[in-house]
């Protein structure tokens, strides 16, 4: 009989511990992180600012979001904590004949912030719209010659399903997928179905087959592959499944592999052999379902997405004390 692969539970709570920065009077803003999500259009204005505004609650200092000129507006008008650049453009409003310049501006302006963001989340309410995908391809290209970490969720999955090459063999990339997204990379990449029945190896494949890019495919257990392990985190999150809590998620693997990345480097840390992205993955997990079980037990049904967002702080709190 074919043995199968299984997932190992981890112990989220030592892997939070062991990458969250002590907060010291010492350091100065930003140190904690910056992060930058690109995401907003005419569509979807609440999924970026979930990931942005996740990011600052978990414990980031400085939170971005590039989106197009119509969707900044409203995003700025949920929160003054968030930098927004209204730089993206959509087809729509974009003549042929300048589509070109239009793409060098907004490529310009990506780059001059690049090099100082920890982490991009490419992605959520980001649209299909084909001119903005090609914008955020090259945003990807810059991304990844930066050595930028990028976490690619929503609609950045659909982008990157149809041009793996963007994330092959870049291990700085997360991707993010629910079920749905899921079942399209592994038809594209694999060129089969999703496997029920053993699907920890699947997951494997599948990242390998990527080039070793990190793989959290969200679920019931939410499961984590780098290709060569299989990291499961199954802590009790919430039974409501209110849109808006994979955004939540984008936003706070951001920040813990940031932080993960900024933990290795010190040279006392046993943590140089491990993967950050897997880190960054297990925490991020961790914290939102803890998240959503303290909402949830507060609101029951009417918990929403910023019930959620609320607790985000509680979640690390209860795990590794601010003092
Ligand atoms: N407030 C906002 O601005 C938000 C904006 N968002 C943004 O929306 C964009 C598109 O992302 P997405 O997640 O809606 O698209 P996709 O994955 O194609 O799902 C679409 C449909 O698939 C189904 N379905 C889903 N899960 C399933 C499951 N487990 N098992 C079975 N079926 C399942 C379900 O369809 P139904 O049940 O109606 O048939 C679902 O409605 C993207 O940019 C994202 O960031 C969101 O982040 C939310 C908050
Ligand atoms: N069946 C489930 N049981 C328990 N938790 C789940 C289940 N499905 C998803 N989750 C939790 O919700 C989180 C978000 O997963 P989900 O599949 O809703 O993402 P999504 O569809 O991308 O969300 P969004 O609405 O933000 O786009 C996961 O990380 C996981 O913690
Ligand atoms: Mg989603």
């Not at 990449?189 to 920890?200: K, N, P, Q």
């Not at 592959?225 to 919430?238: E, H, L």
Request: hydrophobic residues 40%.
């Amino acid at each position: 009989m074919q043995q199968h692969l299984s997932s190992v539970e981890v112990d989220a709570d030592s892997v939070i511990r062991a990458i969250t920065p002590a907060l010291d009077a010492s350091r100065h803003k930003g140190q904690a992180g910056k992060i930058a999500v690109i995401g907003g259009c005419r569509e979807y204005t609440g999924a970026p600012y979930f990931a942005a505004i996740s990011a600052l609650k978990i414990g980031a200092d400085l939170s971005h979001v590039f989106c197009t000129k119509d969707a900044a507006p409203v995003i700025k008008s949920y929160s003054p904590e968030l930098i927004v650049h209204p730089i993206l453009e959509e087809s729509y409003s974009v003549r042929e004949e300048d589509k070109k310049i239009i793409s060098g501006k907004v490529l310009a302006e990506v780059d001059k912030w690049m090099e100082r963001f920890d982490c991009l989340v490419i992605g959520p309410g980001l649209g299909r719209d084909p001119f903005l995908l090609d914008c955020v391809s090259e945003i990807m290209r810059h991304a990844r010659q930066s050595n930028v970490p990028i976490v690619i969720d929503g609609d950045g999955l659909f982008l990157v399903t149809n041009n793996l090459d963007l994330v092959s063999g870049y291990a700085l990339a997360v991707l993010t997928p629910n079920v749905n997204e899921y079942k399209r990379l592994v038809q594209k990449v694999l060129s089969s179905e999703v496997d029920d029945v053993d699907g920890t190896q699947q997951l494997v494949s599948l990242s390998k087959q990527i080039g070793g890019v990190t793989v959290l495919k969200k679920g019931k257990s939410d499961l984590i592959s780098d290709g060569a392990t299989v990291k499961s985190v199954s802590i009790y999150g919430s039974l409501r499944r209110c849109g808006g809590q994979g955004d939540i998620l984008s936003g706070s693997v951001a920040v813990f592999l940031s932080w993960a990345r900024q933990a290795a480097s010190d040279p006392n840390s046993n943590l140089s052999s491990k993967n950050p992205t897997v880190l960054g993955c297990i925490a991020g997990s961790a914290i939102l379902r803890k998240a959503a079980s303290l909402a949830f037990s507060n609101k029951k049904r009417s918990t929403v997405t910023g019930d959620i967002i609320e607790c985000l702080g509680k979640s690390v709190e209860d795990v590794c004390p601010a003092c």
